[in-house]
């Protein structure tokens, strides 16, 4: 999201921004000249001469907005194109990092975190090249006047830059306040919203209305702190160009009163002040902006990152999977103990107990989604030795389905078509067949995650069918049956424990009949 990367993502129309915002404050500077010649010519009361010139002076007008207009776009496009790369950065860095993060946190920084970089920065740049330039172009004319007025301006510009620095830390802490305060607000939103129908059936709309309002308030609040920043820092600055502009136009004025500079410099001093007063707004303004952001961007910088896949080449599949003394702390507290387990190659285990007893954790342990505070997962190759394997390749399904947007077979295949030859087999094994009966569309029917237009039950079966498809070696199911009715699982669970596969599967309230379908249970206590 730096510099570098905005200039590269087009060089060319970067190059013609570039151009066009040098040459718009140049026409400012002109229209200013070309005024101060009408002035001249008027009062020589040359009619053709003053004809021309107001021709010339409508031109360069009408050129400054055209080009300043075509500027402004240029930055739009260019800033749009660095977006989407970045966002698409960002997309791929989740993607490969295996670790867990809050859809509100990735939310945050793909809309938020982008905006107010687009905003304070990129929106800063153009503000900044034009008062650079703009001030460059009026030192040069006052060098030509006298060395009295450039020292007194250079003095002026040092300290002009120097002011943003007084509120440069609390507009940071500010950003960022704004950015934390959106994603608890898209947390909130998420996590209330998502029980809608809950809470009307119980009538529980004030406590929604509280804390959706209570976390919109503070964002709201952050808000009003950044725009108050902001605008203190617009105070600050005009104050002090406004100071500014007076010293100089007083200075000339003592000046011509000592014959040192031409009586006609005063006019042009007093045309430049206001473009003085403009730049050095705009340089200060736009600097203290742009580092109010500087944080956020290493910080989005560090999320668009590209993941190192390690290298380290991944075994085989393990033949064992053993725990020893494994523990796990919570951050909160709460603690998790667990006695030393063996899992063997093609075991079908079901693992019960307490709820709360760390069932679904210890399949976050293996999984290396969770990193444990004591002891250790140990994986073997069928020789006994321990192997570093590819943890991907383990089959796992939460307790939640987590169902995709697309067709009921798309969803099983996870979009690689080919294993499209399979579906019909697993279709059939997780008894999902006289449910496809019933859509129009058989297996080809979209899912609509919003409208939740299949049931529970359903969402396992295809879940269940998914993880067949995939043939894994090692398949973790987290209460894959909890929503499918009795005979049905009985079934499924007859042909799924048929399969080659390490199984373990957790599971409460299994009837004696669904316990002998497995080798062995590990029984958790709390
Ligand atoms: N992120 C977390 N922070 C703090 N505590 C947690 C976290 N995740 C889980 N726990 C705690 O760890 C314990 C084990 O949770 P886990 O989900 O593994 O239990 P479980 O045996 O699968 O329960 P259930 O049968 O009810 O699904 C619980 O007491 C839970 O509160």
Not at 84 to 102: A, G, L, T
Not at 166 to 185: F, M, R, V, W
Not at 304 to 314: F, L, R
Request: hydrophobic content about 45%; charged content about 20%.
């Amino acid at each position: 999201m730096n510099l570098r990367n905005f200039i590269r993502i087009n060089r060319a129309r970067f190059f013609l921004f570039s151009i066009l915002a040098i040459l718009s404050p140049l026409l400012t500077i002109a229209m200013t000249a070309l005024v101060q010649i009408e002035t001249n010519i008027i009062l020589s009361r040359n009619l053709p001469n003053f004809l021309i010139i107001s021709a010339i002076s409508l031109t360069v007008c009408i050129m400054f907005y055209a080009l300043f207009s075509l500027t402004q776009y240029l930055l739009l496009a260019q800033t749009q194109d660095l977006n989407n790369s970045v966002k698409e950065k960002i997309v791929d860095h989740y993607f490969h990092d295996d670790r867990d993060h809050p859809v509100s946190k990735i939310q945050n920084r793909l809309t938020n975190d982008l905006e107010l970089i687009n905003d304070n920065y990129y929106g800063s740049l153009l503000n900044l090249i034009f008062g650079v330039v703009q001030l460059i172009a009026i030192i040069i004319y006052l060098i030509m006047l006298s060395w009295v007025l450039l020292i007194t301006i250079c003095i002026i510009v040092a300290i002009s830059l120097a002011l943003p620095k007084l509120i440069e830390k609390p507009l940071q802490k500010a950003n960022k306040l704004i950015s934390t305060s959106n994603e608890i607000y898209l947390d909130t939103l998420n996590d209330w919203l998502r029980g809608l129908d809950q809470l009307r059936q119980f009538a529980a709309g004030a406590k929604l209305f509280s804390v959706t309002q209570n976390a919109s308030k503070k964002l709201e609040d952050a808000t009003v702190k950044q725009t108050t920043y902001t605008k203190l820092l617009n105070a600050i600055n005009g104050i002090a160009s406004a100071l500014f502009g007076l010293i100089i136009f007083v200075l000339t004025g003592f000046l011509v009163k000592n014959d040192l500079v031409q009586m006609s410099t005063l006019l042009i001093v007093g045309n430049f002040r206001f473009y003085l007063n403009q730049a050095i707004n705009e340089i200060s303004q736009a600097r203290g902006e742009m580092k109010g952001v500087k944080s956020l961007i290493e910080e989005v910088n560090e999320a668009a990152e590209k993941v190192q896949v390690s290298d380290k080449q991944k075994t085989n599949m393990p033949t064992v999977i053993k725990t020893e003394s494994l523990r796990l702390n919570f951050p909160n507290g709460e603690k998790l103990n667990y006695p030393d387990i063996q899992i063997n190659q093609g075991e079908k285990i079901l693992l019960t107990g307490d709820s709360g007893s760390g069932k679904s954790t210890l399949f976050k342990l293996i999984l290396g989604e969770l990193a444990p505070s004591a002891g250790k997962i140990i994986f073997e190759d069928k020789d006994g030795n321990e192997i570093n394997p590819d943890l991907k390749a383990i089959g796992y399904l939460p307790q939640d389905p987590v169902i995709f947007p697309a067709s009921i077979k798309e969803n099983i295949t996870m979009f690689n078509n080919k294993l499209d030859n399979k579906i019909e087999k697993s279709v059939e094994e997780v008894n999902l067949s006289a449910d496809l009966q019933k859509f129009e569309e058989g297996i080809n029917k979209q899912l609509d995650l919003d409208k939740l237009n299949i049931s529970g039950g359903q969402r396992q079966k295809i879940v269940l069918a998914r993880a067949q498809v995939h043939e894994n070696d090692i398949i973790l199911i987290d209460e894959g049956t909890s929503a499918i009715d009795q005979n049905s699982t009985i079934d499924i669970l007859d042909k799924l424990l048929k399969s080659k596969a390490t199984i373990v599967f957790i599971a409460h309230n299994f009837t004696e009949e669904m316990h002998e379908l497995f080798d062995r249970e590990i029984h958790l206590i709390k």
